[in-house]
């Protein structure tokens, strides 16, 4: 799995940040997902970053006051965000950059962390999200943050494609043992998690704190033209999504949401 997943994601690296510039929904995810964080972020944490691509949101948190110890498998997504590193001396006291899946947790060269942060559906590349939380007590302070950006089995936006006739794509997610994931010609397997599942595999130790849904109304970045197609209903669908995201079913039923939890010891 890891080789695939490499693979896909170094080639993919090599237009990562344009297109997550120019993708309008995207950028607006992005920051939706920051301003959660940082409700319960404070400078001066130590984050654990995992599957942190080109160091968008690492150099993002670094830049806010935090230090930050990113890991990734992807070759090139290494690459790209070493190359910001050496670019950018004041991020190199506040990063540091670890090849590193996370279902090796046991070989990151630190612990003690405030807080544990995974963006986009990194973590949908596993069966079973026990394969990282069960390194995370040993790593974390009590009263330790995590937030992770997750895909949902359910996506309101993917379901109405059943009826334009597109059945494989609207029903993708419901596959009980996941679904091949095709990115720049590589194949590697998919996996769905309910907010419900997530907090159970984290066991009694951690308890959940905040839920949101990410594109439960508003369109997910896939449609990347909606907004400039029509830029009126996609700006009331931001309006209605704001409001009714944190709360059933559009904090559940979207095309990620991210989950919250803290940790009590």
């Not at 670890?98 to 596993?126: M, P, R, W």
């Not at 009263?143 to 009826?163: H, N, Q, T």
């Not at 993708?172 to 194949?187: Q, S």
């Not at 308890?207 to 033209?225: D, H, R, T, W, Y």
């Amino acid at each position: 799995m890891n080789l695939e997943v490499n693979a896909a994601f170094s080639k993919q690296s090599v237009y990562f940040d344009e297109y997550d510039y120019s993708n309008e929904i995207l950028v607006y995810m992005r920051t939706q997902v920051r301003n959660h964080v940082l409700r319960f972020l404070k400078k001066n944490d130590y984050i654990l970053e995992l599957n942190a691509g080109t160091g968008l949101d690492a150099c993002f948190f670094a830049d806010y006051g935090c230090s930050i110890h990113a890991t990734d498998i992807s070759d090139g997504m290494l690459k790209r965000f070493q190359k910001k590193l050496d670019t950018n001396p004041h991020l190199q006291e506040k990063i540091q950059l670890q090849k590193c899946s996370y279902t090796e947790l046991d070989h990151v060269k630190a612990n003690q962390f405030d807080y544990v942060f995974s963006n986009f559906g990194g973590l949908n590349c596993i069966p079973d999200l026990r394969e990282v939380t069960k390194y995370l007590p040993n790593m974390l302070k009590k009263g330790a943050y995590i937030s992770w950006v997750i895909m949902p089995p359910v996506c309101l936006w993917e379901i109405k494609d059943i009826f334009k006739g597109q059945f494989a794509s609207a029903l993708r997610r419901f596959k009980k043992n996941g679904t091949k994931a095709h990115l720049e010609g590589e194949y590697f397997d998919v996996f769905y998690f309910t907010p419900s599942q997530v907090q159970k595999s984290f066991g009694k130790s951690f308890k959940l704190v905040s839920l949101e849904g990410m594109g439960g109304i508003m369109p997910p970045p896939s449609k990347e033209n909606f907004p400039e197609k029509h830029p009126k209903l996609f700006q009331k669908l931001i309006k209605w999504d704001e409001k009714l995201r944190v709360y059933f079913p559009f904090n559940a039923w979207a095309d990620h949401f991210i989950i919250t939890l803290q940790y009590t010891g």
